[in-house]
């Protein structure tokens, strides 16, 4: 059984909605369908949200009635049967009103996750029944019944393998299950989310809980490309990366994969291809654990990025005294992506500023601590990139860029450097240029 995932824009339009349709038959094979919600919707439902913190409630109905429009003139136009029409329309308004009763609540994380979740709920509907009226005989599965993954870092792969399990027996007949993705039950098992862009995630967790022989995410891109085609010109897909390549790429801000998409089918030996919905003859990126080239492969950036520097003299020949540092970041649960030290100082980064003043007034007690905002992690990607005789080149970037921290031998597969966000786009193409446009040149 495969799992195919299809992002925000594959189903934002009816004419998107029939390429996927004409996907899920080009081939036999039994398939898990995960789609997001149609683009657009989750971040209305966002702004909804605001509309219930407020409790506005006349932005509320107005907020839902253009949800309810929104999907009602897709059935519209995807469905032709007037039966089925109206009963998928008498579906529609019945989930919005189920909406408007939520979000007539007290705001609480609860109804946020009710709410947010709902554009995968609407969306799923309309396109299994939509399936079905044209001979695309499937079955509706609801993910809140399965996704009981209890924590969103280290998922529960066993409950969820047992759930889907039963329900997948309870259906053993069909060959296309459509799902909800982003949705998930945390450890309390309320429903709660796999965070924005969760749906990738959905789509391993469910893999590697049915063992299945591939995940394919479908999007609006050919693949995963070796640098940023926003800011860069001249970027190709790559064709192949290793599970340890991607889950690097996609943490340090290719935005086309969610960071975590990978980590459930490391070691399942389950590959996932990266497809593209709009020309789905492209044969895009397969991630596996496979090494077809060493060496340099893409460039990312991640932005919002905060840099901290820790000086103290004291630190000059003590031991001990990382720990003490880690462990203030440990206790305001802050993870740390890069660091640098000195004898008498430290720098290390964060992405994650919630806990930032707490920190700080701590490690203040006994060093001196300087922050510095609007940060960019480029990071440089493959497998044994370090020995890559031509990576060296990445360091004439120091020339031109004032380079605030660089990390090199962390691990085989990885350099990064941090720079100011406004020196990004410069820092990508001078890299792009000097690593992959004069690739030949560098090898002569
Ligand atoms: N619909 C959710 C979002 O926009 C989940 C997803 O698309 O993956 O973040
Ligand atoms: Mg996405």
Known sequence: MKV??????????????????????????????????????????????EYVKLADSESITRSLHQLETKHSEVIDELITDENLKNSLKNDLSSMITDMFDIANQKYSELVDARIITSGETLLTHIFSGYLNAIGVSNVLLDAKEFMYVGSTENPNLKEVRKRIG?????????????????????????ISTLKRGGSDYTATIIGASIDATEVQIWTDIDGLHNNDPRHV????????????????????????????????????????????????????????????????????????????????????????????????????????????????????????????DKIVKEIETYAEVTVEEDHSIICIVGESVINDKNSYRLFEILNYIPVRMVSYGGSNNNISILVDTKDKIETLQFLNKKLFQNKEAAVS
């Not at 007949?173 to 945390?186: D, E, K, L, P």
């Open 233 to 356: 010109d001249q970027t190709h897909p790559i064709s192949h990366l290793t599970y340890n390549e991607a889950a690097e790429l996609a943490y340090f801000g290719a935005k086309i994969l969610h960071p975590q998409t990978v980590s459930p089918v490391v070691g399942r030996d389950i590959p996932i291809l990266l497809k593209n919905t709009f020309d789905p003859q492209a044969s895009g990126t397969v991630i596996s654990n496979k090494t077809y080239e060493k060496g340099l492969k893409a460039i990312s950036a991640k932005d919002g990025i905060t840099a901290i520097k820790i000086k103290s003299n004291r630190m000059l020949m003590a031991h001990g005294y990382l720990r003490r540092i880690f462990e203030v970041f440990d206790t305001h649960h802050t993870s740390i992506d890069m660091i640098t030290t000195s004898e008498i100082a430290i720098s290390l980064t964060i992405d994650d500023v919630t806990n930032l």
């Open 4 to 49: 195919l995932k299809f992002g925000g824009t594959s189903v934002g339009s009816v004419e998107n909605l029939k390429r996927v349709k004409e996907i899920l038959i080009s081939d036999t094979e039994k398939k898990v369908v995960v789609c997001s919600a149609m683009s657009g919707v989750t971040n209305q439902l966002v702004q909804l949200i």
């Open 166 to 190: 039963e329900v997948l027996e309870d259906n053993e007949t069909a060959s296309i299950y459509i799902t909800q993705g982003f949705v998930c039950r945390n450890h309390l098992g309320q």
